[in-house]
């Protein structure tokens, strides 16, 4: 099993910027592709940003583009997004997630942490 704990959500004015972090741990050898997804109330899931597993290749959402960025320390299973000119259309719940070795789909899940943007 992979345990993922996000950390460094809050509350942010519009145009600031927070960075999250995801701390991998278990049996992260299997972990490939990953990813942060956000939901907020009434909505969907849905991803935005996602980063494979030597952070070669990176995808983001039109919504997000130019403003996130994210990236991976895998020799601290460490995965990070750095948010930047928020809005307050993206406070969310933001979740970290992994795919493990052979996987079409994201297997492990964090918890969440909010993210709250006050105009």
């Known amino acids: 099993q992979v345990q993922l704990v996000e950390s460094g959500g809050g509350l942010v004015q519009a145009g600031g910027s927070l960075r999250l972090s995801c701390a991998a741990s278990?049996?992260?050898?299997?972990?490939?592709?990953m990813g942060w997804s956000r939901q907020a109330p009434g909505k969907e899931r849905e991803f935005v940003a996602t980063?494979?597993?030597?952070?070669?290749?990176?995808y983001y959402p039109d919504s997000v583009k130019g403003r996130f960025t994210i990236s991976r320390d895998n020799a601290k299973n460490t995965l990070y997004l750095q948010m930047n000119s928020l809005k307050p259309e993206d406070t969310a719940v933001y979740y970290c997630a992994a795919t493990k070795a052979g996987s079409t789909r994201y297997d492990y899940w964090g918890q969440g942490t909010q993210v709250t943007v006050s105009s």
């Open positions: 278990g049996r992260i050898f299997s972990i490939t592709n």
């Open positions: 980063i494979s597993w030597l952070g070669e290749t990176t």
